[in-house]
């Protein structure tokens, strides 16, 4: 059984990202992002979803999301 930090590696090149302890997600998937108190951002995907960006993550995850807008 692989790690998350592994999986987010082996991942990484097909949208998925970390944005939390225990969660990556594909953003892909992201139908919105909102900005919330405490520089917390919540990811809305086109399943009805929503899950929280860590403010831990949020600058990695920023980071990720200018990384993929240039190579799309």
Do not use: H
Request: glycine fraction near 2%.
């Amino acid at each position: 059984m692989k790690t998350l930090a592994e999986c987010e590696e082996l991942l990484w090149n097909y949208g998925f990202v970390r944005v939390s302890k225990s969660n990556l997600i594909n953003i892909f998937r992201i139908k919105q992002l909102k900005p919330d108190l405490n520089m917390k951002v919540y990811a809305y995907f086109d399943n009805g979803e929503r899950i929280c960006v860590n403010r831990s993550y949020k600058k990695e995850f920023d980071q990720y999301l200018q990384k993929m807008r240039r190579m799309v």
